[in-house]
């Protein structure tokens, strides 16, 4: 099936996991140990219900809000992930284009592999780039140098991943650096249109936001995620954000945050906003899930922050229960990669097409004809003990 007869995420994962070599999704798709804070970022949707109004006029709805400065259609950001030139080539802007084509900022990652300069270039795009705390300031302050000059208004700073997750997925099937089993190879074998869309054009896609932390044999993003693992600085600590904070005048956000705590030191640090995130599940396996203390968490902070969250994100509905919670925005991080690797960029503008549709017709079976309208009144923790 292609990728425009999918009518749901879950069936567009399911087109991209037939196109892609079984390395490539399993990447992707799987989580660190146990995969407990991986599925449990989806149960959790199933605890929240809705208690819409119905006799509403819902002829004329919008899904547009503003978000740090910004008019975005729907409250949704493409979030950061590495290695997407593995998927398809070009990876990065393919997801930019979609990404500025529906009107949202899409977040391009410190382990891309594509230059952040070009990925500025997309027309009407709003660029984001996500930082990671590797080796030293230096190398940081070099990527944000490089965000200033070339017109980014917004760093994601990574706080999940000063050690990196066990993901056991990616130890089996890059056994060393940069080797493929033959299990891998005889898999890639098997995927020749995979073949000819990343390995014939360019090779081994590389990584080119790194600087050079690794050695330019060693950038080939084949195995790699372990190796560029080894420079993160397991250091990492609030004076680094406050360093990062006077270095930097944008729009600063921290991703990563788990708790009331952190929130409210996020506040005090001069932090313009939050990521809620137990990193999809590949991180600290068993971590709470955003959506359980997004209501605390807004609840500490007012309208001190802006508030995002990511972990599970696949139907509009899911969105809509984190706006109706509290929060600004979500991100995407594997919905809009299954969408690429089914079908491109076309993939990832079906994928968000879709999440547009949900939400649209979520919203006016709520009762309402925008996001202003949605609060608390309209859905309730069906764990929480009932008055
Ligand atoms: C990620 N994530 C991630 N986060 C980050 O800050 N920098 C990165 O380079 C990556 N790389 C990455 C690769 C892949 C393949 C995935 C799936 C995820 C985490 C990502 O930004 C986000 O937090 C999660 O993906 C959200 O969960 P869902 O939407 O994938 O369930």
Redesign the pocket.
Known sequence: RRYDQALSIAELAEIARRRLPNFVYE???GGADDEVS?RN??AVFNRYRFTPKTLTDVSQRDLGRDLLGHRVSMPVVI?????NGMITQDGDSKLARAAADRGIPF?L????TEPLEEIAKVPGGWPWM?I?FYRDHDYVKNLVDRCRASGYDTI?V?T??AIYGNREWDTRNYARPFVLNWRNKLHVLSRPRWMKDVLYPHGVPTFKNLGDLLPPEDSSVQGAAAEIGKHLMPSLNWEDIRWLRDNWSGNLLI??ILSVEEARMAVEYGIDGI?L??????QLDSSVSPMEILPEVRAAVGDALTILL?????RGSDILKAVLLGADAV?????T?YGLGAGGQAGVEHALGLLHKEMDRTLGLLGCSNLQELDRSLIRDACAPQT
């Open positions: 990447y992707i798709h991986l970022n989806r979030g950061p992930t590495g290695f977040t990652s410190n382990a891309s996500q990671y994601v990574t999940d991943s991703k990563g990521v995130s137990n990193h999809g599940g590949r990511d972990g599970g994100f696949r991100l995407l991080g594997r919905t990669l």
